[in-house]
């Protein structure tokens, strides 16, 4: 079935649209192929319908096209021979950290007050705090991640069942995946991505040279979702493995990974003590697609990899996450804040054992505060509450 050129995906739009002509350069980041360039082109198509006299500038720095855009002055220089001294100017540039000096331009432009400005970025150049202090508090900064469940069902035009979400959770979420027809073709699409985003947004950028051990502690990681992380344990274990690097070497290499958006590092909280744990953080694929093709999926790994999805699902609708810990020990997966509001939410296979049961809600009821709390399983969960704690299926919670 032939499928549209480009879906919307609303969730973002809401996020932009509110700043156009604002005077606010709206700044989209995220990992390499999660869909940028193509919210950038729906603002764009949303924009033309509504002010199709308007001036439009669409710039993507990966283009050959705009090869001879090699630094700050060059860019400048190409933005400028396209605008409009008498229209609105609705300017794109898609991977602007490709070049260097670009908030220098951006600023410049954003003092025209008929300027539009919408830039995207996918590496270290473009982290949160790097873009508030370049772009002098005069951006807003929204992140775009994989497809979500629900994305996903309506990019491949499929019915939410067992299956599709089996689907969903082996190849996770990159939305090029609907170009290719055939599933037996997508790994090698995600090695290609794998590559891409290891060589161009940490080999390269960082001028990596010991390759391999950044390489076994990618596999590290993807063969350990959710577990604590200590450089020191790590940097045992890949030297039992006969490859050589140092605790520090770890840190830094893991801070790269996060860096290229690879996967997301979450702090461990005291929710009695309300601090944040100084070690012994835990890590997260930003897509489950890649980290499988990074390990392969193997039956044994769905519980990591069912946590890996709720983490994702929190993050997607804006909460702040944190790994919580309680008295003894005892952690509750993860507690999520947002808007002044709290979740605890809790991550089980399924709670028909009854010390699984025991643990989940237990942990939970344990907690002295009135705060939403959940769990979530696998497949269906009956009663949908207990002891007035939500019950949810996988499935029912990344529809939420």
């Known amino acids: 079935m032939e499928t549209p ?28 192929r999660v869909g940028k360039s193509y919210i950038l082109k729906s603002v764009e198509d949303t924009l033309r319908k509504s002010n199709p006299d308007d001036n439009y500038v669409m710039i993507n720095l990966e283009d050959f096209a705009f090869s001879h855009i090699t630094d700050a002055a060059a860019l400048h220089d190409e933005v400028k021979s396209r605008l409009s001294a008498d229209k609105t100017n609705h300017i794109f540039i898609d991977e602007i950290q490709e070049v260097e000096g670009f908030d220098k331009v951006i600023r410049s432009l954003n003092l025209d007050s008929g300027n539009d400005i919408y830039v995207t970025g996918s590496n270290s150049a473009m982290l949160s705090s790097e873009i508030a202090s370049r772009l002098a508090g005069r951006s807003v900064e929204v992140k775009v991640h994989p497809l979500t469940y629900v994305e996903f069902l309506e990019f491949h035009a499929l019915e939410d069942t067992d299956e599709a979400l089996d689907t969903y959770l082996r190849y996770g979420g990159m939305p090029y995946l609907r170009n290719l027809a055939e599933t037996s073709t997508w790994n090698e699409y995600l090695t290609g991505v ?55 070497s770890v840190q830094t290499y893991a801070d790269y990974i996060c860096e290229a958006y690879i996967v997301n590092k979450v702090k461990r909280w005291d929710i009695e003590g309300k601090k944040y744990f100084e070690i012994g953080e835990k890590y997260y694929f930003e897509d489950l697609g890649l980290r499988n093709c990074i390990v392969g999926y193997r039956p044994m790994d769905i519980g990591a990899i069912l946590e890996n999805a709720v983490y994702n699902k929190l993050v997607f609708d804006g909460y702040d996450v944190r790994i919580g ?16 509001e709290r979740s605890y939410v809790q991550v089980a296979l399924n709670v028909n054992d009854p010390a699984t049961a025991a643990r989940e809600f237990g942990n939970l009821m344990d907690i002295p505060d009135n705060y939403r709390k959940i769990v979530v ?8 509450t207990q002891a007035g704690i939500e019950m949810h299926s996988l499935r029912e919670f990344l529809k939420k």
Do not use: C, W
């Open 5 to 32: 050129v480009n879906i919307p995906r609303q969730h973002y739009l809401e996020k932009l649209l509110p700043y156009v002509n604002k005077g606010v350069i709206k700044v989209l980041t995220g990992q390499r």
């Open 377 to 384: 399983t696998m497949r269906d969960s009956a009663p949908n």
């Open 194 to 248: 794998i590559d891409a985003l290891v060589y161009r947004d940490i080999v390269s950028r960082h001028s990596v040279r010991n390759n391999d051990f950044l390489q076994r502690l990618l596999m590290y990681l993807a063969d350990n979702v959710g577990q604590i992380f200590t450089a020191k344990r790590i940097a045992d274990y890949l030297k039992s493995q006969r490859v050589s690097g140092t605790v520090s």
């Open 325 to 340: 810990v309680m008295n003894k020990g005892r952690e509750i997966d993860f507690v999520a804040e947002r808007g002044g």
